[in-house]
Nanobody
Framework: VQLQASGGGLVQPGGSLRPSCAASEFSAGYYTIGWFRQAPGKEREGVAC??????????RDSVKGRFTISRSRDSAKKTVYLQMDRLKPEDTAVYFC???????????????????WGQGTLVTVSS
């Protein structure tokens, strides 16, 4: 299982970015794609996740209403996007994506067992 995040960059406060997560080498029927981020000097934290079984999405409180996670219309590609609007300086971090394979019954998707961590993509929000 390999996933690769891309599409980060430098944006001014209030701006938007849409990084993508491309997955390869996995064929799980059920999976969850999670977006995580790590700011300098801070621990990694969950940002958003998408479950393939029912399209369930989940967001951390600080990004609700500003970020939207979605899957490519071609579901076979397993590409997941993170639309980030009204960005704030505190959103600055390296953003990673990973996959949790199989079906999970709990809704706390940030606690799933994720694999396929690739290199992240840097998002910098600054004027």
């Amino acid at each position: 299982v390999q996933l690769q995040a891309s599409g980060g960059g430098l944006v001014q406060p209030g701006g938007s970015l849409r990084p993508s997560c491309a997955a390869s080498e996995f064929s799980a029927g059920y999976y969850t794609i999670g977006w995580f981020r790590q700011a300098p000097g801070k621990e990694r934290e969950g940002v958003a996740c998408f479950s393939s079984s029912d399209g369930y999405t989940y967001y951390r409180d600080s990004v609700k209403g500003r970020f939207t996670i979605s899957r490519s219309r071609d579901s076979a590609k397993k590409t997941v996007y993170l639309q980030m609007d009204r960005l704030k300086p505190e959103d600055t971090a390296v953003y990673f994506c990973a996959a949790a394979l199989g079906y999970y019954s709990t809704s706390d998707c940030f606690s799933y067992e994720y694999v396929g961590w690739g290199q992240g993509t840097l998002v910098t929000v600054s004027s």
